[in-house]
């Protein structure tokens, strides 16, 4: 039998929602109060400003990122060639699932200026929660060089992650300034999640492009 959420849970859940809709600036909270079948006063009790409820939609959208690149990706040293399809299909996964995430949160990402100016000490927070990603992607790539499944320079790794950040956290954007829409809807995930990838394609070599070409489901967002 599922749990039922707490009240706080289902706050922050609709808050992340409508903030995703109309973004942070719009969020009211006599809106969320509504969408929560709740009173102002009860929401009140949980959350007294608009600051707490983005610290605390930070604080899940930095427990999921953390979770997702954490612990070491290859089992050892060397790698068998018959582990290298699997190795790449991880890889990728990892990949998918920080552009997930970042759809999820997509509020966050688009909405920064105005997150800083609800809560200021929210800048260095999100400046750590980077580095901290940005050096979890940097030994990701690095296992997956000595895995032979890219090929780059040293020098090169620092500018490709910090492309793939970039471009994960910025696309969203890019495709609002494009089309007009405020709140484009999933159809354009597939799209964000083919410009991560394009960062990455020309490193690859010549294993991970035949495993590519026999397996093509594996760039798909939805494999």
């Known amino acids: 039998m599922a749990s039922?959420?707490?009240t706080k849970s289902r706050i922050?859940?609709?808050?992340?929602?409508?903030?995703?809709?109309?973004?942070?600036?719009?969020?009211t909270t006599r809106e969320l109060a509504e969408?929560?079948?709740?009173?102002?006063?009860?929401?009140?009790?949980?959350?007294?400003?608009?600051?707490q409820i983005a610290e605390a939609l930070f604080g899940a959208f930095e427990h999921e990122a953390q979770a997702l690149f954490e612990g070491a990706?290859?089992?050892?040293?060397?790698?068998?060639?018959?582990?290298?399809?699997?190795?790449?299909?991880?890889?990728?996964d990892r990949l998918r699932g920080w552009c997930?995430?970042?759809?999820?949160?997509?509020?966050?990402?688009?909405?920064?200026?105005?997150?800083?100016r609800l809560e200021p000490a929210l800048q260095p927070a999100v400046a750590e929660l980077t580095a901290t990603l940005s050096s979890r992607v940097t030994h990701l790539i690095d296992e997956l060089r000595r895995a032979r499944i890219v090929s780059i320079d040293e020098a090169q790794l620092a500018p490709l992650v910090a492309n793939i950040f970039i471009v994960s956290m910025?696309?969203?954007?890019?495709?609002?300034?494009?089309?007009?829409?405020?709140?484009?809807?999933?159809?354009?995930?597939?799209?964000?999640?083919d410009q991560?990838?394009?960062?990455?394609?020309?490193?690859?070599?010549?294993?991970?492009?035949?495993?590519?070409?026999?397996?093509p489901e594996l760039l798909r967002l939805r494999p």
Request: aromatic share 12%.
């Open 35 to 51: 969408r929560c079948s709740i009173n102002e006063g009860n929401l009140y009790y949980h959350f007294k400003t608009k600051a």
């Open 73 to 92: 990706f290859l089992p050892g040293a060397s790698t068998s060639p018959g582990e290298v399809g699997e190795l790449l299909r991880r890889a990728i």
């Open 100 to 116: 997930l995430l970042s759809w999820k949160y997509r509020a966050l990402m688009r909405d920064g200026h105005v997150l800083f």
């Open 12 to 27: 922050l859940e609709e808050a992340r929602s409508l903030a995703n809709e109309a973004g942070f600036d719009r969020l």
């Open 4 to 6: 039922i959420p707490s």
């Open 170 to 193: 910025y696309w969203l954007g890019y495709v609002v300034q494009q089309t007009g829409e405020s709140n484009p809807d999933e159809s354009c995930l597939d799209w964000g999640f």
């Open 196 to 215: 991560i990838m394009a960062l990455i394609m020309p490193y690859r070599t010549w294993i991970t492009r035949l495993i590519l070409r026999r397996r």
